[in-house]
């Protein structure tokens, strides 16, 4: 029951570490921070925003976002895979459940827990990561230390 209540204040934490991570993204909209865990070591982070060498803008004059913005799920994926750490077993923390797109990211990537706070507009990624046996589990967002 001890190593229960450990792990949940453990993915309070990084979840708190996440939602500060999704202020970087100049998306403004809705920020999204991510953040992949393995053996209690970030292994990887990403937030939502424009690829490398474009502007970041991610709306475009209606207030729609740009297609070509990258969620926070794959920044942080693409960014693991450029490293030489592997994201095979590892848990992935994120301020919202993934998206259908990001959810087949996070099965090739060997993630096997999810870990997020808000609900995506849609649950069919949800449903895919749990068709896939990956763990998933919502947290409540806790704003209190």
């Known amino acids: 029951m001890a190593k229960d209540r450990k792990q949940q ?6 979840l ?3 939602e500060i991570w999704a202020q970087n993204s100049y998306c403004k ?6 953040l992949i865990v393995k053996e209690k ?7 939502n925003g424009t690829p490398s060498g474009f502007e970041n803008i991610c709306e475009d004059e209606n207030n729609k976002t740009k ?6 799920e794959a920044n942080a994926i693409t960014k693991v895979a450029k490293s030489n750490n592997s994201s095979d077993g590892a848990t992935l ?6 998206c259908l797109e990001c959810s087949k990211l996070i099965i090739q990537a ?6 997020f706070t808000e609900n995506y507009r849609l649950e069919d990624g949800i449903n895919l990561l749990r068709r896939a046996n990956v763990e998933v ?5 806790d704003s209190e230390d």
Do not use: N, W
């Open 41 to 47: 070591m970030i292994i990887s982070d990403g937030y």
């Open 67 to 72: 297609p070509y913005v990258l969620h926070a």
């Open 110 to 115: 060997g993630i096997k827990r999810v870990v």
């Open 93 to 98: 923390y994120v301020t919202s459940s993934p």
């Open 137 to 141: 589990e919502q947290v409540e967002s």
């Open 16 to 18: 708190k570490m996440a």
């Open 9 to 14: 204040l453990l993915d309070q934490r990084y």
């Open 29 to 34: 909209r809705r920020q999204v921070g991510a």
